[in-house]
């Protein structure tokens, strides 16, 4: 036979019984004919044959068999083989009880789907490398003020660094702006960084058309009117264009010639549409912050040694110049700036909470699975008997733990599909990187991983239980012994389980809890029932007094639009990242040195601001159209400037501070009056501590970026277009993006606390779920296992309430073992949750005590239908059973 | 005349023997045991066949579709060189083992007639 028929034969069982039967069938017709030759009469012959023969039918299976084994044996190892049977009986196993079978397989798909996606997500948020040539090798640098609070860094500062330090083998600055981009209809807005041209040598980027600026293009007075494009404004401007280099495109009135495209995915760049020169100025003010800078070390030099020469600088930069004297430097790494503490320790805590899952499913499906062994016991008692070694059976209870993962295992990680997007949508897109999360090889490697990991985890418990069983005692009661070993391990991974859920549940319970208090933390603004409208004036078509005109034309415009009850503008639309900061002090009582000013944050409003945003006007009046400079550079300040500053007012804000002068950044600096205090507005992030604030207005700096907030009676879709048109009609020239508010902004703020509060809290659900099953399965099982001795109880007069308080005794024990195990081990994990929580410890007691309680009720109650199930067993069926 | 029933690892030896004289196929080598047996060991004919492919699968015979004498598709059997060898020691053995069966039969029957 040749190898080839052999493969056939293995493969296919129907063509080995054909052969089979041609071979019988030969050996009938060669005795017919034989038969024949004798003088047998025909309709004799074929009969004497048959019954000479013996039974077709049996001989035909045995030979099948035989050449099936054979077949297997000469083309498969014998290991695959075995395999294969074990496979076939394992899908026998299976598919006789289905029941069993698919909530095995749902838990694994759960607990392994959650694992793939999370995995997914981590992979591609926190793992996935930098976008970068060497990525571990870029750091930011920052100034720090006299006081130590990190700030952007000054043009002649950077230019003073990049030509002195030896450290960095270059530096690169840039800015964010927002260009107008005109020449296509409506004017629109691009997100624009104006980039040094070493900016994309010292990433490592190198566009993938065109090429990067030059340094002649990149000089102060004259900067280059060239541009490079993002990978997506190239694709959406240009539909990906190949012919796009030398093109124009007209941003802020300017023609920028096309020049380069930048590569996709490269973070903190990929929310870029274009990027041009910037042409950093020695001569401007070093009191103007506004520059990122990132360096690339030398070769040889290490971060610690960069420090140690950046401050050396600040200071030699500080004796020149003494109006900075004091400032210094901080580095942080680029991966640690765009990864983020928050963002890797979320990352992990949501792993770690998969992971759990993933535990607690597999002790779940080894708790289906020994409730079964001890069913089953029977048949592998059976099967010993016939001399099935202990390690074929276990090997076949492998091999049935590895075919039911595997199941699991492919519904998880086609559930990974579907939950890697609905992860995405949750995290919304303040979670950088999150959009990249994908099935990615490194996906499916953990899925098989996990896949493997369930099965020898749930596998487990079965083989051991087989360990106690023997064969002979097996096959005398099947129905009624249960080994105490058996029993005792289901408990265990009873306790195991309400343990592991218990540590997820804390752990939400503990996000809950912080997520309420941040969600709660009053942002000193109503953001329900308004729409707001970011808007950009680029000054090289607005010049400052057209600037000013066109703010004030906009804000009439909304204002008359019916519906709108107030209208105000703002340089720093609440949550969006961003803050202005300086320093102060009262006239009165001005410190000699600079460095003892107070600092805070500033902000540019209109008239009408804060009456849309719904703040309090404390004391003094509101701004007025003819706030400039004039009349003593009239300001507003915040009730905590107020009270810090005049502590001595009285407890409505501080009217001593209405009238009083203030002195702007530095000595020599504006002196400014004080017209009024509003209440606090906590606009940087929620739940950051609430800076003291100057508001200054429109007029005294026509600020280019402005978002308008409109107060409407209705946030419908009619008044948004209502507005919107009235802002186009008022102002044609400035690019109008959608219509948002105040409300949406807050939503995005707390997206990444929400995110993981949703997505543990779904986590530690399901987990619940499947402990709750775990103590109602083994209840149930328990009981119907004691029927017999219930019943006599029963029968002998017992109390069924006594029986029901036993029943839930024993329940109620594993909870309680449980729940303590499980408090006890979160307790000490708890420190890993602390870094992601406000205003709430990591032991916080209203989460302690309800969490443990919550789960104890809950166990009873899973334990409480079956517990009452018991009372109701009938002496004379129990007795009967058998 | 007795009839015997045949013992499975017996009947592996006969067919060995039997292929021992070249390729058979099924039919010939039921015939021919017989006929060797002087018809005394009785084969229930379809019993070879498990026989056959349990040689097969321990690799000492080896099958091939023929055409037999007949003019009839056959399967014909042959023995492979681990065939061989098995039925040298195989043959052996059962020698020994029917010699020394004999040799406790020709003793008892001197004991039973002490002439």
Redesign the interface.
């Known amino acids: ?1 040749s190898v080839w028929s052999d493969v056939r034969s293995a493969l296919g069982r129907r063509g080995v019984v054909r052969d ?1 039967d ?3 069938e ?2 009938l ?3 017919v ?1 034989d038969l024949l030759a004798e003088g047998v009469a025909p309709n004799e012959a074929r009969a004497r044959a048959e019954a ?5 039918a049996r ?1 035909r299976e ?2 099948a068999e ?2 099936i ?2 077949a297997r ?1 000469d083309v498969i190892p014998v290991g695959v083989a075995i395999l294969g049977q074990d496979l076939a009986y394992a899908a026998r196993q299976l598919r006789r009880s289905p029941g069993f079978a698919a909530v095995a397989v749902v838990t694994l798909a759960l607990g392994i789907g959650a694992t793939t996606t999370i995995f997914g997500v981590v992979d591609s948020v926190v793992l996935a490398p930098l976008p970068f040539h060497d990525p571990d090798r870029l750091v930011f640098v920052e100034e720090t003020t006299p006081r130590g609070d990190p700030f952007s860094v000054a043009e002649p500062n950077y230019l003073d660094w990049r030509a002195r330090a030896s450290t960095f083998s270059d530096l690169a600055a840039s800015t964010g702006r927002t260009a107008t981009w005109t020449g296509d209809g409506e004017p629109r807005d691009l997100r624009s960084a104006w980039v040094s041209a070493s900016f994309l040598d010292v990433l490592g980027v190198a566009p993938v058309l065109g090429r990067n600026f030059q340094s002649d293009e990149d000089r102060p007075g004259e900067r280059g009117a060239v541009t490079v494009l993002g990978h997506e404004a190239w694709q959406r401007i240009f539909g990906g264009d190949s012919s796009v280099l030398g093109r124009s495109l007209v941003l802020d009135g300017v023609a920028h010639t096309v020049v380069g495209v930048l590569p996709p995915d490269i973070s903190f760049l990929d929310d870029v549409d274009v990027l041009v020169p910037l042409g950093a100025d020695p001569a401007t003010d070093r009191g103007e912050h506004y520059l990122d800078v990132v360096g690339r070390l030398a070769p040889g030099s290490s971060l610690e040694a960069a420090r140690a020469e950046m401050a050396a600088l600040a200071r030699s930069i500080g004796d020149a110049h003494p109006e900075i004297a004091g400032w210094g430097t901080r580095l942080v790494t680029v991966r640690e700036a765009l990864v983020g503490q928050g963002l890797e320790r979320a990352g992990w805590m949501l792993l770690g909470a998969a992971a759990l899952l993933l535990l607690i499913a597999c002790v779940n499906v080894s708790n289906l699975m020994l409730a079964r062994a001890s069913a089953r016991r029977a048949e592998v008692g059976v099967r010993m008997a016939l001399g099935a070694g202990r390690g074929r059976i276990a090997r076949q209870l492998l091999t049935e733990s590895l075919l039911l993962s595997t199941l699991g295992g492919a519904a998880g990680f086609a559930l990974t599909y579907v939950a890697i997007p609905a992860v995405q949508a949750l995290g919304g897109a303040r979670i950088p990187r999150l959009d990249q999360a994908a099935v990615s090889p490194a996906v499916v490697l953990t899925c098989l991983a996990a896949i493997v990991g369930a099965a020898v985890l749930f596998g487990l418990a079965p083989v051991l239980d087989l360990r106690g069983g023997r064969a002979a005692e097996a096959l005398r009661s099947a129905r009624h012994v249960d080994s105490g070993g058996g029993r005792r391990m289901r408990s265990a991974m009873v306790v195991t389980q309400v343990a592991l859920s218990v540590m997820l549940l804390l752990g939400t319970g503990l996000l809950v809890r912080s997520f309420l208090r941040l969600a709660a933390t009053d942002p000193g603004f109503d953001p329900d029932g308004t729409m707001t409208l970011a808007l950009s004036m680029p000054d090289r078509v607005y010049d400052a007094p057209a600037r000013q005109l066109l703010v004030r034309e906009i804000l009439d415009a909304t204002r008359a639009v019916p519906g709108v009850v107030a209208a105000g503008a703002t340089a720093v639309a609440p949550f969006q990242g961003m803050n202005l900061g300086n320093f102060t002090a009262r006239e009165d009582r001005m410190p000699a040195d600079r460095r003892d000013f107070l600092p805070i944050a500033w902000r540019v409003v209109t008239p009408g601001f804060f009456r849309a945003m719904g703040m309090d006007l404390l004391a003094g009046r509101a701004f007025r159209d003819d706030d400039g400079w004039e009349d003593g550079l009239p300001v507003i300040i915040s009730a905590t400037l107020a009270e810090e500053l005049w502590p001595e007012g009285d407890a409505l804000g501080g009217d001593g501070a209405v009238g009083s002068t203030l002195v702007w950044g530095d000595p020599e600096g504006s002196r400014m009056t004080v017209v009024g205090v509003v209440s606090d507005l906590r606009d940087i992030a929620p739940g950051e501590v609430p800076p003291p604030i100057i508001y200054r207005t429109h007029r005294q700096i026509p600020w280019a970026a402005m978002t308008v907030v409109a107060r409407v009676r209705e946030t419908t879709p009619a008044t948004a277009a209502a507005i919107r048109a009235a802002v186009r009609r008022a102002a044609p020239g400035v690019a109008l993006p959608d219509v948002g508010s105040l409300r949406a902004f807050m939503r995005d703020a707390v997206a990444a606390p929400r995110f993981n509060v949703l997505v543990l809290g779904a986590f530690a659900a399901t987990g619940l779920l499947l402990a709750l099953v775990g103590v109602y399965g083994v209840t149930s099982f328990a009981v119907s296992r004691r029927v017999r001795e219930i019943g006599i109880r029963l029968a002998l007069g017992g109390d069924p309430s006594d029986i029901r308080r036993m029943v839930l005794a024993q329940s109620l024990r594993m909870a309680v073992f449980g729940v303590a195990l499980g408090s006890g081990a979160a307790w000490l994990a708890s420190r890993w949750v602390a870094g992601l929580l406000y205003e709430t410890g990591p032991h916080d007691p209203v989460t302690w005590v309800t969490v443990p309680l919550a789960l104890l009720g809950a166990a009873v109650g899973a334990a409480y239908v079956p517990a009452r199930r018991a009372t109701r067993v009938h002496p004379r069926e129990a007795l009967a059973e058998d | 005349m007795t009839r015997m029933e045949i013992l499975q690892g017996t009947l592996d030896v006969l067919v060995l023997r039997t292929l021992g004289g070249g390729a058979r ?3 010939q080598i ?1 015939r021919s045991i017989k006929a060797r047996s002087d018809e005394v060991l009785q084969v ?4 070879l ?2 026989a056959l ?2 040689l ?2 321990r690799g000492w015979v ?3 579709w023929g055409l ?1 004498e ?1 003019g ?4 014909f059997y042959s023995l492979t060189v681990a065939g061989r060898n098995a039925l040298r020691s195989e043959s052996a053995a059962w020698d020994r083992y029917t010699a020394a069966v004999g040799k406790v039969l020709a003793d008892s029957e001197v004991e039973a007639d002490p002439a």
Do not use: W
Request: hydrophobic residues 30%; charged residues 40%.
């Open positions: 036979m089979v041609e071979e019988l030969a050996h017709l060669h005795r004919d000479e023969f013996g039974d077709v001989i045995t030979c035989e050449r084994n054979a044996r | 196929h099924g039919y039921a229930e004919e379809g019993a066949y498990p492919h349990r097969e699968r080896q099958a091939e037999s007949n009839r598709r056959a399967k």
